[in-house]
């Protein structure tokens, strides 16, 4: 079955750096577009930025400049390098396969 795991999340200072990762199995990832979303709490899911299977990415306005998103396809593996951290980028991470998978979350807290 497919299974998509994220991972890399933690408690970070403002300005600090993470390393997201979204490791699949059952399902290739660079057949399709990868996409990382965020959720606070009390807010919609954003989408943050996105690969397609060509390699091109997109990102949303708040965090252009400071995420950076990229792909492993030896390691079916999508990243997603966030730099500059601010405390509004504080929430739950999620990356998502077209085809309606997802993982479970990692949680992301930036402390001013």
């Known amino acids: 079955q497919v299974q998509l795991v994220e991972s890399g999340g933690g408690l970070v200072q403002a300005g600090g750096s993470l390393r997201l990762s979204c490791a699949a199995s059952?399902?290739?990832?660079?057949?399709?577009?990868t996409e990382w979303y965020r959720q606070a709490p009390g807010n919609k899911r954003e989408l943050v930025a996105a690969i397609s299977s060509g390699g091109s990415t997109n990102y949303a306005d708040s965090v252009k400049g400071r995420f950076t998103i990229s792909r492993d396809n030896a390691k079916n593996t999508v990243y997603l390098q966030m730099n500059s951290l601010k405390p509004e980028d504080t929430a739950v991470y999620y990356c998502t396969r077209g085809g309606g998978y997802w993982g479970q979350g990692t949680q992301v807290t930036v402390s001013s």
């Open positions: 059952g399902i290739i990832l660079r057949f399709g577009t």
